[in-house]
């Protein structure tokens, strides 16, 4: 256990620095219109769908909220609420400044449970293809689901973060698909990979 939180923390570190070597790193998701025709239809089909506002090594999603396939779908965004993540359904231009810096709901309206979301897409340090997460250390998501994960997830990366593998632990969360600014790729259950 100490010794897979150590080579956690050091994989940490070389993303960090991988991403701080990158020029462009303030880059977009790669446009639905090029995701496997099978996810595309996920997200034609999905009534809720969770994002995150991006801190400056992240990906942005500005251009996928403003696709038309999200024409009428509601959108929530996690808010840090002591030690845990809670979602809120919100327009992305209405956020304040919260914890970590990152720009957060208001928390005015009223929380999504985690039962009606459909579709979620989740930050991260990095990936591996497999769909393993290495997330930046504080364990939210991996919380905000504590083992029952009941919507498709798509984990969104910069590309340099995208690896073949990733250290992990049981309790860490797992994803359906990773997205980076260049490709698509969906993650088997054994898993196994299957690039589109």
């Given amino acids: 256990m100490k010794t897979q939180n150590h080579i956690k923390k050091l994989m940490r ?19 639905i219109e090029k995701w496997p025709q099978k996810w595309q239809d996920k997200i034609q089909k999905a009534q809720v769908i969770a994002g995150y506002m991006p801190l400056s090594d992240e990906l ?8 038309p396939a999200l024409i009428g779908k509601r959108k929530c965004f996690p808010r840090v609420e002591g030690e845990k993540i809670v979602f809120y359904e919100m327009d992305p231009d209405t956020f304040v400044k919260g914890s970590f810096g990152i720009w957060e709901p208001s928390g005015v309206s009223s929380p999504v449970e985690r039962s009606q979301i459909d579709i979620m897409l989740i930050p991260a340090c990095g990936y ?53 600014q260049e490709r698509f790729i969906e993650c088997e259950i054994r898993g196994e990979k299957e690039e589109k």
């Fill in 13 to 31: 570190k070389v993303l960090r620095d991988r991403l701080k070597m990158e020029k462009d790193m303030a880059g977009k998701v790669l446009d």
């Fill in 128 to 180: 591996g293809m497999d769909g393993t997460r290495i997330g930046r250390g504080k364990g939210f998501y991996d919380r905000f689901f504590d083992g029952a994960v009941t919507c498709e997830t798509i984990g969104v990366v910069p590309e340099v973060a995208l690896l073949h593998v990733m250290p992990s632990d049981s309790w860490d969360l797992r994803v359906s698909a990773v997205t980076t």
């Fill in 60 to 67: 942005s999603l500005e251009d996928f909220w403003k696709s």
